[in-house]
């Protein structure tokens, strides 16, 4: 009985991952066609003047923060075990 309890309760958790990752997956498609967007109107109309890198700017800040937010520090190596990684990494060096 437990075991189907502990199944279920990683399906359930695994599906809201796959859906925020999704949702990560489509705001960079978004992001990417503002961008384009963005650009065009910028220097059809006010070609002399470059502001749309402040619009690019915000919208890779923004998309950094949601990519965070999705994939965690996991992803560049700051996970839930690298304190005790970098530890015995130590440990095992001053030895």
């Not at 997956?25 to 992001?31: A, D, K, L």
């Not at 923004?62 to 970098?86: L, N, P």
């Amino acid at each position: 009985m437990d075991t189907n309890y502990t199944q279920e309760k990683k399906y359930i958790e695994a599906k809201k991952k796959i859906k925020k990752v999704k949702a990560f997956y489509i705001h960079v498609v978004v992001n990417i066609v503002s961008i384009v967007i963005i650009v065009s109107v910028n220097l059809t109309f006010v070609p002399y003047f470059h502001w749309f890198w402040f619009a690019v700017m915000g919208i890779i800040l923004v998309t950094f923060i949601h990519w965070m937010i999705v994939f965690g520090s996991d992803v560049i190596g700051y996970g839930k075990d690298w304190e005790e990684r970098k530890i015995d990494e130590y440990i095992k060096k001053n030895k």
